[in-house]
């Protein structure tokens, strides 16, 4: 079994930076991509940013310049530094991995989800 345990939520005032971390653990063989996505209320899920395994990076136009995605392989995970946050940054933060793991010898990947973290920037 794998598990994303997410954590770096909170309220903060607009302009204040965050930053959320989110840790693999159990049985991995690879983590592949990893990413996360946000849902505000009464929104759609949408992506915010990705990292390869590699290093490179994705960000949705709303975010560039002012999040930054990064991972430690060694640790398993994948971290999002925010600054200048607006109001408009408040919605439920969800972390991401398309992680490798091998069960008896058979060798599959499969998307995980963390449980979300709140972020929530005050006018």
């Known amino acids: 079994q794998v598990q994303l345990v997410e954590s770096g939520g909170g309220l903060v005032q607009a302009g204040g930076s965050l930053r959320l971390s989110c840790q693999a653990s159990?049985?991995?063989?690879?983590?592949?991509?990893m990413g996360w996505y946000r849902q505000a209320p009464g929104k759609q899920r949408e992506l915010v940013a990705t990292?390869?395994?590699?290093?490179?990076?994705n960000y949705a136009d709303s975010v560039k310049g002012r999040f930054t995605i990064s991972r430690d392989n060694a640790k398993n995970t994948v971290y999002l530094q925010m600054n200048s946050l607006n109001p408009e940054d408040t919605a439920v933060y969800y972390c991401n991995a398309n992680i490798g793991s091998s069960n008896g010898g058979y060798y599959y990947t499969k998307d995980y989800w963390g449980q979300g973290t709140q972020v929530t920037v005050s006018s």
């Open positions: 990292i390869s395994s590699g290093g490179r990076t």
């Open positions: 159990g049985t991995i063989f690879r983590i592949n991509a």
